[in-house]
Nanobody, 120 residues
Framework: QLQASGGGLVQAGGSLRLSCAAS????????MGWFRQAPGKEREFVAG????????YYADYVKGRFTISRDNAKNTVYLQMNSLRPEDTAVYYC???????????????WGQGTQVTVSS
């Protein structure tokens, strides 16, 4: 089970840190990803991280602004979001997968989502 938190309302240029806590003892066996979905739009990939955290992958539209990380001892994955823009407004979801991937079909377990709203 995945539980995302840390969303909220922030002004453009601001920062937020999302967290996703996983239950169970196999967290380090899975790659993790963050996706987002804005109203009326399809869910899109944001960032992914490998099992050990050694490899990360970002969508072009967040590269240089967002950082994904994980703490396997705490069963938690993070998404640090800086220089936020109004177009980053969406519900953000964490997901678990067998390998690092940008395709949502590769992830088999999803958190409930946390709302991020960026005002201009």
């Amino acid at each position: 089970q995945l539980q995302a938190s840390g969303g909220g309302l922030v002004q453009a240029g601001g920062s937020l840190r999302l967290s996703c806590a996983a239950s169970g003892r196999t967290f380090s066996s899975y790659a993790m990803g963050w996706f987002r979905q804005a109203p009326g739009k399809e869910r899109e990939f944001v960032a992914g991280i490998s099992r050990s955290g050694a490899a990360t992958y970002y969508a072009d539209y967040v590269k240089g602004r967002f950082t994904i990380s994980r703490d396997n001892a705490k069963n938690t994955v993070y998404l640090q979001m800086n220089s936020l823009r109004p177009e980053d407004t969406a519900v953000y979801y964490c997901a678990r997968g067998s390998d690092l991937s940008k395709w949502h079909a590769e992830y088999d377990s999803w958190g409930q989502g946390t709302q991020v709203t960026v005002s201009s």
